[in-house]
DNA sequence: CATAATCTCCGATGGAGAACCGGAGTATAC
DNA sequence: GTATACTCCGGTTCTCCATCGGAGATTATG
């Protein structure tokens, strides 16, 4: 998330941005990010570019993907976000199953309705706040 | 939540009801859910009578215990249910910590708003369904 | 074309927490 | 006082997350 954010500043530039500088800036361990990023590229999140002076970009507009998209991903990866429907069902399970679902989807509503681009706008504002501070 | 939906259905009766049933009844076992019912004892969820005909019973009414506070029991054995504010705190951290704070909030508040009797009920009309199949 | 820079894949490690089992101790109805 | 329960404590296994290291593939550039 926080490497998303990066590359989101970065995205009306042309160029990648490499896991080095990502890590770097966000302080997240380099070779853990790159399995992250990896994760991503597979979901088609974000690009990657090979070889000397590659890197890694978002593959959509920054408004175009969703907090739920990302967290679908990660989360994905083997376990499918679905928790799958008890084995041995009794009601009791498929109640109790049923009240987790709802609790998921209304988190997931919010998640869906927040892309990355927004993130960004609430960081504006932030930082907006934080120089008020000093004027 | 299996296992308090089995204390619900026997709230009525005076008496409480043992280890071994509720296991039995929800196909859970037993030697687990004996430490889960310890953990929601010290809670102050459900009451325990030790000796022989012992067991356990519900502190409170069933309509006066909503899920996000067994959940809250549950997950905060050790760590707050509040995922502190990270450690090294950046804008875009703090930013990050702020929608995810808000998605669980979305989902508490399901949570808070569903009552064990409220899935008693739903239980019952599930069941209720389940007979149109026959008649 | 050689080389350095960079991603890519794969395997290994350590820690945390969940799920689970077993034993020794304690309280209580009968 | 004894059988029936809960209570406490420790240990095992399993999975997932976070992390690191190495060998290989790819490509811009001189």
Same mark, same amino acid.
């Given at each position: 998330m926080l490497a998303l954010l990066t590359l989101v500043d970065h995205?009306?530039?042309?160029?990648?941005?490499? %896991? $080095?500088?990502?890590?770097?800036q966000q302080h997240i361990p380099d070779r853990y990010?790159?399995?992250? !990023?990896?994760?991503? =590229?597979?979901?088609?999140?974000?690009c990657?570019?090979?070889?000397?002076?590659g890197g890694y970009s978002l593959a959509r507009e920054p408004w175009k993907i969703t907090l739920l998209?990302? %967290? $679908?991903?990660i989360e994905g990866r083997e376990s499918q976000g679905q928790t799958p429907p008890p084995?041995? !069902?009794t009601i009791? =399970?498929?109640?109790?199953?049923?009240?987790?679902?709802e609790a998921d989807q209304a988190?997931?509503?919010?998640?869906?309705?927040?892309?990355?681009?927004?993130?960004?706008d609430r960081k504006a504002a932030q930082q907006q706040i934080g120089l008020m501070y000093y004027i």
């Open positions: 995205y009306h530039q042309g160029d990648p941005l490499q %896991i $080095r500088q990502i890590a770097a990010l790159e399995q992250l !990023l990896a994760t991503l =590229r597979r979901s088609g999140l974000v990657s570019q090979r070889g000397a002076r998209e990302i %967290i $679908r991903c084995a041995s !069902l009791e =399970r498929a109640v109790v199953h049923e009240i987790w679902q988190a997931n509503h919010v998640l869906e309705n927040c892309t990355l681009q927004d993130l960004c």
